[in-house]
Every structure is written in C-alpha cells, then in structure tokens.
C-alpha cells in the first residue's frame, strides 16, 4: 500500500543494463523531487540518487536517474553482482505533508 | 564524518510507549540546513518516514501515525529523540534515524534526501 509504486523485482545478467520505475502522482513525484536509495539485508539505506538525477559524491557513473511527468527511474549500467539489493525510490507528498517512499525493488544479478 | 546511532529498549509490551534516541557524532546536531528524521521497517517490508524536527522546533509527522508519535530534540547532548505511545505489534520493526537535506526550488518543487543514517535499531512489541 505504499504511495509510489515500484516493480517487487528486476532481473539482469552481469554486464546488462536494468531501470527500476517508480510511479507516484502530481502531489510527489510531479511536482517534488526523487530521491533513490540501496539496500542491503540488515543495514542501513544509502543515497544513490537525489534531486532526480544528481549522484552523491563516490557514486558510480554506472548509476542514472531520470523523471517524466509522475514517474522517475533507476538506472543501472554495466551490472556487477555487488548491485544485488533492494532499490526504494522516495519524494515528499505535498498533499500529505509527508514523506513517501516505493514498496522497494530487488534487484538480482543472474 | 557524521555518525547516527539509535538507542533504547528492543522489547516493549502491547499498550506502553516506545522510547528512542539517536546520537549524532561527528558534526553538530544544531544546523538551519538539516531536518532530522525518523523511518522505520518491518521486517521484509518496506521503509516508512516517521517524522522529523528542525532544529528550531518545528516538527512534521506522518498523517498515519501523527495521534501517536513525538519527536524532540536536545542540543545539549546532540541527541534526536522518538517516543510512539500506545504501540501494537504493528509497531514491531527496525527504527532509523536519518539526517535529511531540503532544499525549495523557486519553481516551487520540494527536495528532501536522506545522506546520513543510524545503524537501525530493532523494536519488538510483545508481551
């Protein structure tokens, strides 16, 4: 039930290039900015994305973020097996006031 | 480099109020240019915002949990602090803290990302 909505899975063999989506609506992604996080089991989330399609500093060029209209995208190129782990994209709700964040993608690495 | 560090209980019984508190080391908690946020996760599932509080006072809290949640914050001890009253096993899930950047665009878009975390800390409501 979460706000914006991401594939539960993506699949890519090492190498290939894979997009993750996140869908939201003209009250976040719209009219907000996105931001995308990784996660491994049992750790924290990291920034890998912020404003759309800015990275952090120690980012990989290999990562890319892009926006159209209500929905935004993860992409990444060139896949290595330690890509493997959860994607959430996330934005600010101007309706809710609030915070909202994608049910999460799993990305594996074939 | 800042490090975020969430502590308190891991157990609390069904009905009582759920405590926690977040230490900032490495840089000073007391900045205009930062909110600090709480999210959490039940296991397998995904991230939820809690709320936050700028350093002023100003707090913002998610509309779900708004009745139930507080968020303070003490400079002295450069600490952020977390207490959900009345907690259900549906509170049950690691708790984070996290430092968020805004940043208002003149054309009137909203950015908020999250560059600093805790470790997470798990909560569990059972009796």
């Known amino acids: 039930q979460s706000v914006l909505t991401q594939p539960p899975s993506v699949s890519a063999a090492p190498g290939q290039k894979v997009t993750i989506s996140c869908s939201g609506s003209?009250?976040?992604?719209?009219?907000?900015?996105v931001s995308w996080y990784q996660q491994f089991p049992g750790t924290a989330p990291k920034v890998f994305m912020y404003e759309d399609n800015k990275r952090p500093s120690g980012i990989s060029d290999r990562f890319s973020g892009s926006k159209s209209g209500t929905s935004a995208t993860l992409g990444i190129a060139g896949l290595q097996t330690g890509d493997e782990a959860h994607y959430y994209c996330?934005?600010?709700?101007?309706?809710?006031?609030?915070?909202?964040f994608g049910g999460g993608t799993k990305l594996t690495v074939l | 480099q800042m490090q975020l560090q969430e502590s308190g209980p891991g157990l609390v019984k069904p009905s009582q109020t759920l405590s926690l508190t977040c230490t900032v080391a490495g840089g000073s908690i007391n900045s205009d240019n930062y909110y600090w946020n709480w999210m959490r996760q039940p296991a397998g599932k995904g991230l939820e915002w809690i709320g936050r509080i700028y350093i002023r006072g100003t707090t913002s809290y998610n509309p779900s949990l708004k009745s139930r949640v507080s968020i303070s914050v003490d400079t002295s001890k450069n600490q952020i602090s977390l207490k959900v009253n009345s907690v259900t096993a549906a509170d049950t899930a690691v708790y984070f803290c996290a430092r968020g950047t805004p940043y208002y665009y003149d054309s009137g878009g909203y950015s908020i990302w999250f560059d600093s975390w805790g470790q997470g800390t798990l909560v569990t409501v059972s009796s």
């Open positions: 996330g934005t600010w709700d101007s309706s809710l006031s609030a915070v909202v």
């Open positions: 003209s009250s976040n992604i719209g009219h907000n900015y």
